[in-house]
């Protein structure tokens, strides 16, 4: 499912960056620029980093309490 709107970028094209050695937001957002133009993805991007067993410090949150629902956003077909 896409996280980034404004980049089309999928939770799984996330994970497989995860998978390849990311490990960090700022990183993300390098790679895959997601959370770099409307910014309304950056905490879908980091429940996704979380799930994916990245470290909570790591993911640009100082800590996590409880597990947090997904956010998607959809695409509306024109
Ligand atoms: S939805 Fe990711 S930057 Fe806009």
Do not use: N, W
Request: net charge negative; aromatic share 6%.
């Amino acid at each position: 499912m896409i996280v980034c709107v404004c980049k089309s970028v999928s939770d799984r094209t996330i994970r497989s960056s995860i998978a390849e050695g990311v490990d960090s937001f700022d990183e993300l957002q390098f790679e895959l620029g997601v959370a770099m133009c409307c910014g309304k993805c950056a905490d879908s991007v980091r429940d996704v980093m979380m799930q994916s067993g990245v470290c909570a410090s790591r993911c640009g949150l100082d800590h996590h309490t409880q597990a947090m629902p997904m956010t998607f956003y959809e695409r509306k077909a024109a």
